[in-house]
């Protein structure tokens, strides 16, 4: 049987489909890369439907997109309990024991993770424009995201949060930068993130380094190492610093064009 193989998340899909049943990228489109290797993540067409484990998810609107997932008993979605839009009566809610304590107090990261479970819809977005970014872990893979980034997560990911201890001077002087970290073990996971403006993503070679705005990180693969690099700017006798993040591959790195620092999210 012929196949189309996502450029996106690389799945296989039947030649009949449009839209990639994993991620929900556009199969009748190729990629659109920069010269310098950014790759434009899928802008998702309205009403794109895509598959995890045996629920649904629909991606509804595109200046501030929704998330509605039919869930299958037996699966389960967790979240940020704020970025929920509306959910059917009968489905359950717990919450997620998150860990951490007084160190995600300091790091901002939300104390309350919420869990949706199967059967039913619910729906989330992020009051912000932007576009949705699905992305789909295989076994085996990490992936670190800015904090207050993640719509939802499917039951199979192990959710944590890491420190960047490098960058305090690029967060207005605070201990560090804390970010979300997702990582799967035996089975597939399904991670949906928001962006703001529109999203980019390139892969680092081994060794290889990009400096980036801390505003505009949103993602990397755990693999890509992230230090703070200090660029002095002088005008006459005056001078500057500016703090940025440097990346170094191998991995993937995702950015976005309308960037928030962190500590005014």
Request: charged fraction near 20%; hydrophobic fraction near 35%.
């Amino acid at each position: 049987m012929d196949r189309i193989e996502c450029q996106w998340c690389k799945a296989q899909n039947e030649a009949s489909r449009t839209s990639c049943n994993t991620c929900g990228a556009p199969l009748d489109q190729r990629n659109v890369v920069s010269d310098s290797g950014w790759a434009e993540a899928p802008r998702l067409r309205d009403m794109t439907e895509f598959r995890f484990s045996n629920s649904t998810c629909q991606v509804e609107g595109e200046i501030v997109p929704v998330a509605e997932i039919n869930l299958a008993h037996g699966d389960s979605v967790f979240f940020e309990h704020h970025v929920m839009l509306w959910k059917e009566p009968n489905v359950p809610m717990s919450a997620l024991n998150t860990g951490g304590g007084m160190k995600r107090t300091i790091g901002g990261m939300p104390h309350v993770v919420s869990v949706a479970h199967g059967p039913g819809r619910i729906a989330f977005s992020r009051d912000a424009t932007g576009e949705v970014v699905v992305l789909p872990l295989h076994p085996s893979m990490e992936i670190d995201v800015r904090e207050h980034a993640f719509l939802a997560g499917t039951h199979s990911l192990n959710y944590s949060f890491v420190r960047i201890k490098g960058l305090a001077n690029v967060l207005h002087g605070g201990s560090g930068m804390y970010m979300d970290r997702f990582i799967t073990h035996q089975e597939q996971g399904l991670l949906l993130l928001h962006g703001y403006g529109n999203v980019f993503q390139k892969t680092l070679a081994p060794g290889e380094k990009i400096i980036v705005e801390p505003g505009g990180f949103l993602y990397k693969d755990s693999s890509v190492q992230m230090n703070t690099v200090k660029q002095n700017i002088k005008t006459g006798l005056m001078g500057h610093n500016m703090f940025l993040a440097e990346m170094t591959g191998p991995g993937r790195v995702g950015i976005q064009s309308m960037y928030v620092h962190h500590g005014s999210e």
